[in-house]
């Protein structure tokens, strides 16, 4: 063979600026990955409104109650779903861990009481307003006042 | 002293890269962007004949407040009834009836134009068999660009009274 080992050309690809690239887009992903899904269930199937407000990120973290409401009129929480009568209690609890947590904080809110807590509907579309109004009523019976009715910018 | 021979030390890039496009695969797959969600903030307090909706009004503007109208002369209420598919089948505000959002916008459009009339909040009574699409699609009408009346209540319409059928 006329060619030598020394002779050989070797081509090495570098490689470091694609495994940059690659890094950067994990990164992009990494941060638009949305985890917290929590309080978003996928089963509820939401109504379309244009004129509905996106939420902000201050409005995000103020003190709330996400209710998931399905097809069926049942409160989806905790991975459960609730019958109506169920999630009457469950609102009920809830208002009175709101109490207590505004006691410690010393603020104290006598029973029947406004509280400073957000509702926040997140019904199916297709759940009739009778529903949705009891849920409504109990949530007020209970002194919630501040309320949230969530829907789609956009066809999603 | 004796100077070290170099040594070059190679990194393996590959399986680091290997894994890097794993991951991004994976992330890429995972995606999915979902459209964004709104809502129609509202403070609604249990429902009384003719009340105020302005639940946080500040205990300063109570004499100013007294001054105004009335709330029964401010609250404009809406009836809706249901189509048997959960849809809207009529809206009637006072003795007029209306068919479609398109007709119910107009009005709105005109009730607020119109300098006589004080309406700054409204009472939607549903009918108990309205979807709550139908109602989101009445809440945007109302707190639409166009009308913009954002103080917003809603009452369960008697099915077997009230309004006849």
Same mark, same amino acid.
Request: hydrophobic fraction near 45%; include cysteine; aromatic fraction near 6%.
């Given at each position: 063979?006329?060619?030598?080992?020394?002779?050989?050309?070797?081509?090495?690809?570098?490689?470091? =600026?694609?495994?940059?690239?690659?890094?950067?887009?994990?990164?992009?992903?990494?941060?638009?990955?949305?985890?917290?899904?929590?309080?978003?269930?996928?089963?509820?199937?939401?109504?379309?409104?244009?004129?509905?407000? =996106?939420?902000?990120?201050?409005?995000?973290?103020?003190?709330?109650?996400?209710?998931?409401?399905?097809?069926?009129?049942?409160?989806?929480?905790?991975?459960?779903?609730?019958?109506?009568?169920?999630?009457?209690?469950?609102?009920?609890?809830?208002?009175?861990?709101?109490?207590?947590?505004?006691?410690?904080?010393?603020?104290?809110?006598?029973?029947?009481?406004?509280?400073?807590?957000?509702?926040?509907?997140?019904?199916?579309?297709?759940?009739?307003?009778?529903?949705?109004?009891?849920?409504?009523?109990?949530?007020?019976?209970?002194?919630?006042?501040?309320?949230?009715?969530?829907?789609?910018?956009?066809?999603? | 002293?004796?100077?070290?021979?170099?040594?070059?030390?190679?990194?393996?890039?590959?399986?680091?890269?290997?894994?890097?496009?794993?991951?991004?695969?994976?992330?890429?797959?995972?995606?999915?962007?979902?459209?964004?969600?709104?809502?129609?903030?509202?403070?609604?307090?249990?429902?009384?004949?003719?009340?105020?909706?302005?639940?946080?009004?500040?205990?300063?503007?109570?004499?100013?407040?007294?001054?105004?109208?009335?709330?029964?002369?401010?609250?404009?209420?809406?009836?809706?009834?249901?189509?048997?598919?959960?849809?809207?089948?009529?809206?009637?505000?006072?003795?007029?009836?209306?068919?479609?959002?398109?007709?119910?916008?107009?009005?709105?459009?005109?009730?607020?134009?119109?300098?006589?009339?004080?309406?700054?909040?409204?009472?939607?009574?549903?009918?108990?068999?309205?979807?709550?699409?139908?109602?989101?699609?009445?809440?945007?009408?109302?707190?639409?660009?166009?009308?913009?009346?954002?103080?917003?209540?809603?009452?369960?319409?008697?099915?077997?009274?009230?309004?006849?059928?």
């Amino acid at each position: 063979m006329a060619g030598s080992a020394s002779n050989e050309i070797r081509a090495e690809p570098n490689l470091t =600026p694609l495994l940059d690239v690659v890094f950067q887009l994990i990164t992009f992903f990494m941060l638009v990955f949305k985890i917290s899904g929590d309080n978003f269930d996928q089963r509820v199937r939401l109504p379309v409104a244009g004129s509905a407000i =996106p939420v902000e990120g201050s409005v995000v973290d103020q003190d709330r109650v996400v209710l998931n409401i399905d097809a069926d009129g049942r409160l989806l929480w905790k991975g459960e779903a609730l019958d109506i009568e169920t999630a009457i209690k469950e609102i009920r609890v809830q208002a009175q861990l709101v109490r207590r947590n505004q006691s410690i904080q010393g603020n104290k809110i006598a029973e029947g009481g406004q509280l400073p807590t957000s509702i926040i509907f997140r019904a199916d579309r297709n759940v009739p307003f009778s529903q949705i109004y009891r849920y409504i009523t109990t949530c007020q019976a209970n002194g919630f006042t501040k309320f949230a009715l969530k829907a789609m910018n956009a066809e999603g | 002293m004796r100077r070290m021979r170099s040594q070059e030390v190679e990194v393996q890039i590959t399986p680091m890269l290997d894994m890097a496009f794993q991951l991004l695969t994976f992330f890429i797959l995972t995606y999915r962007p979902a459209p964004t969600e709104g809502q129609f903030s509202m403070n609604l307090i249990p429902a009384a004949p003719a009340i105020d909706m302005a639940a946080e009004a500040p205990a300063a503007d109570q004499e100013q407040a007294n001054n105004e109208l009335p709330a029964a002369l401010r609250t404009l209420t809406t009836i809706v009834i249901a189509a048997p598919d959960g849809g809207i089948a009529r809206i009637i505000i006072g003795e007029n009836e209306y068919q479609t959002l398109d007709q119910l916008k107009a009005r709105l459009i005109e009730i607020v134009a119109d300098q006589s009339l004080k309406f700054d909040q409204a009472v939607i009574q549903a009918d108990p068999a309205l979807s709550y699409a139908s109602l989101i699609q009445i809440v945007d009408v109302f707190a639409g660009p166009a009308v913009n009346l954002t103080k917003l209540s809603f009452t369960e319409l008697d099915p077997n009274g009230g309004v006849a059928l």
